[in-house]
């Protein structure tokens, strides 16, 4: 599967819609509240963490960067705080990376050696 599938994926499963067989209003609100918002909200974090931890597959001026920005676009008139937040990790923008995390993953952990050239005991 390529990113561009996985992205399609994702965008498709987002737009989970409510069946038509639910024809009562008690039925398609508790259909949106217990399934489809709770879709959309593991989608966004699924999105989040592809853009937290791979970021070199969103090349700014990519198709995979268009299709990705256009759905933020799209995401923004129904969840705009998602979006925003989508937006700026895709912008390269971390707000992850505070003073403490960088100074926490500033130095590399050294493994341990045996001193005087002993084997540990």
Known sequence: MSS??????LIERFHLAIPKELTSEYERET????????VKLRTVHVLRLWLQYHPQDFI???ELYRKFHEFLLE????????SRQLSTLLK????YHTP?????????????EPENGKDFE
């Open 75 to 82: 995401m923004a008139e129904t969840m705009t705080v998602c």
């Open 100 to 112: 403490v995390h960088a100074k926490m993953c500033s130095q590399p952990i050294m493994p341990l």
């Open 92 to 95: 390269g923008e971390t707000p």
């Open 60 to 62: 700014e001026g990519s």
């Open 31 to 38: 259909f949106e509240s217990e399934v489809v918002i709770p």
């Open 4 to 9: 561009m599938d996985l992205l399609q994926s």
